[in-house]
């Protein structure tokens, strides 16, 4: 299958490369080759005629979209609807790779593809209207994905959330860590590989959540992080309120998959998962 990756060094789309080269001719663009919000420039697509094009490209900095709504539609939902437009012209599966802000955060458990999405910000807002341009197009996957954290580290927000940790601690910084806001860390490679499974099996078109299993706040991912490796820095629980962000984000926006499951697929906890993320990245050996 010739499959194409749009955003292809990104912390999502570098896994997906890896995961998928061995078995499919993939081709990855990045941003110098492809960008998203002109739809002249999405013609190169046609150029690769590919059977998948997978879509990773976004605007996520959070409190920014607040203040850019007119960018962050233009890539998160124009660019939506201009990879749509061709993928249908060619015949080619779309997968849009979307988010658990699309959900309001009112809910106590886990949220799940039956879950009606409502969006509180900008961000969320956008991605939804992303998965409605991705709709368009009958042959299609919706992937949602939640607190992402992979190698290549996420080129618009500069690392992730583990290695701002890893830095703060080593410099023997205090850190302050919300601990009112739960949802599912998910390692960029078993989201891959999960996407990779999807393709392969020809799972039924539609909405699927690729995320690893369980959920914590913010706070308890760092103290996870530190007990892995061994560091002991002065760690302070704080509310959110108290970080005074423009964009309102969901209190609980875990996700868990209950489609999956029924075709055999099945995502690992989240503590192996980041287990697995500290090794890969050397802050600690294989036991």
Known sequence: MKIVVIGSTGQLGTDLMKVLKNEHETIGLTHQNIEVTDYTSCQILKKHHPDVIINTAAF???????????????????????????????????????????????????????????PINTYGISKLAGELFAKQNSKHYIIRVASLFGAAGASGKGGNFIETMMTKAKK????????????????????????????????????????????????????????????????????????????????????????LPKYGIKMRNWKEALYDYLIEKGHIRPQ
């Open 60 to 118: 996520h900095k959070t409190d920014q979209c607040e203040e850019e709504p007119l960018k962050t539609f233009a890539v998160n939902a124009i660019g939506a609807k201009n990879i749509v437009t061709i993928s249908k012209e060619i015949e080619a599966t779309t997968i849009f790779i979307s988010t658990d802000y699309v959900f309001d955060g009112s809910k106590t458990e886990p949220y799940t593809e039956d879950d009606i999405p409502n």
């Open 172 to 259: 023997n910084e205090p850190i302050s860590v919300v601990d009112d806001m739960w949802m599912s860390p998910t390692y960029t490679r078993d989201t891959a590989t999960t996407i990779k499974k999807i393709i392969d099996a020809k799972l039924p078109f539609g909405i699927y959540h690729a995320t690893n299993q369980g959920y914590c706040t913010w706070f308890q991912f760092a103290q996870e992080i530190f007990k892995i490796t061994n560091l002991n820095p002065t760690l302070i629980p704080i509310k959110t309120n108290q970080l005074q962000m423009k964009a309102k984000r969901p209190k609980f926006s875990a996700l868990k998959s209950v489609k």
